[in-house]
């Protein structure tokens, strides 16, 4: 016997009543150039990124020194903790808080306000279109080393191992 399924619009309003996220932003003005410093500012996120700084630090010390937000700025352009869909005055920035990719910066977008990027660092009661995962998290460093000095004791090297699975097989 297969489930009932579900209509499309009660999902919808279950997911507007019970979804959560915590959002910081970076505003630059609504000019052509404003635009051009935002697609520099995610340039250089991404390679601050690659370089091994993890996305949330990098997003955040970037809101702080170059976003036009008064006030969001002073606290890394976090937009607010666990914001319920609808509380974001800027329908563009709402939808982004619920649809960008969980832990990438998304943008430019453009608001009555600005241009902005976007990076959504927790998004909880949607967990199966973020592949189980709410929040961006950092890798502890620790473990990674403690992984560099276990694996030449059992044969491995740290790039042949894989994460998610179990040990049977070594």
């Not at 009661?125 to 973020?130: S, W």
């Not at 460093?141 to 276990?150: C, H, M, R, S, Y």
Request: include cysteine; charge should be neutral.
């Amino acid at each position: 016997v297969k489930p009932p399924l579900v209509p499309r619009r009660l999902y919808k309003d279950w997911v507007a009543l019970n979804a959560r996220s915590t959002t910081r932003h970076i505003m630059r003005p609504r000019t052509p150039a404003g635009r051009q410093e935002c697609i520099a500012l995610k340039t250089e996120l991404a390679a601050a990124q690659a370089a091994g700084a993890f996305v949330v630090d990098a997003f955040a010390a970037a809101a702080t020194d170059q976003s036009a937000d008064a006030d969001s700025a002073p606290s890394g352009g976090l937009l607010g903790t666990r914001l319920r869909q609808g509380t974001c005055t800027l329908p563009e920035l709402d939808r982004a808080c619920f649809c960008s990719p969980l832990g990438r910066v998304t943008g430019p977008l453009e608001t009555s306000l600005g241009w902005h990027l976007v990076l959504v660092e927790e998004r909880i009661g949607l967990e199966m279109h973020d592949s189980g995962m709410s929040r961006v998290v950092r890798a502890p460093l620790a473990f990674f080393e403690a992984l560099d000095k276990i694996c030449p004791r059992v044969g491995l090297t740290p790039d042949s191992v894989k994460f998610g699975g179990d040990f049977d097989d070594l």
